[in-house]
C-alpha cells in the first residue's frame, strides 16, 4: 500500500471548488491555518466563481481540478465546501 508523504514547510496547497460555490469569507479561516503551518496556499482559478449554486460551470470545475491534478508543485488539494 502507498501513502503520500506528509507535507512539509513551504509545500504548496491547492483549493479548489468542485462542487457549490464558496465565499472568500467562508474559506478564510481555513486558509489562515495553512498559512500558519507556513504553506504556500494557492486557489484554484475558478474558485470563487458562480454559475446558479455551483462553484462555475461543469469545465471550469474540472479545469480547476484538473490543473490541481496536473502541477507535479501541488503536494495536496483541498476541495472547499
Same mark, same amino acid.
Given at each position: 500500500?502507498?501513502?503520500?508523504?506528509?507535507?512539509?514547510?513551504?509545500?504548496?496547497?491547492?483549493?479548489? #471548488?468542485?462542487?457549490?460555490?464558496? /465565499? +472568500? $469569507?467562508?474559506?478564510?479561516? =481555513?486558509?489562515?491555518?495553512? %498559512?500558519?503551518?507556513?504553506?504556500?496556499?494557492?486557489?484554484?482559478?475558478?474558485?470563487?466563481?458562480?454559475?446558479?449554486?455551483? #462553484?462555475?460551470?461543469?469545465?471550469? /470545475? +474540472? $479545469?480547476?481540478?484538473?490543473? =490541481?491534478?496536473?502541477?507535479? %508543485?501541488?503536494?495536496?488539494?483541498?476541495?472547499?465546501?
Amino acid at each position: 500500500m502507498l501513502f503520500p508523504l506528509f507535507l512539509q514547510k513551504k509545500d504548496k496547497i491547492l483549493m479548489v #471548488a468542485p462542487a457549490n460555490a464558496v /465565499r +472568500l $469569507e467562508e474559506i478564510l479561516p =481555513a486558509i489562515t491555518i495553512f %498559512e500558519s503551518w507556513e504553506l504556500e496556499v494557492e486557489l484554484g482559478h475558478h474558485l470563487l466563481n458562480v454559475h446558479h449554486t455551483f #462553484a462555475g460551470t461543469d469545465e471550469q /470545475r +474540472l $479545469e480547476d481540478l484538473q490543473n =490541481a491534478l496536473d502541477n507535479t %508543485e501541488i503536494k495536496a488539494i483541498i476541495c472547499a465546501r
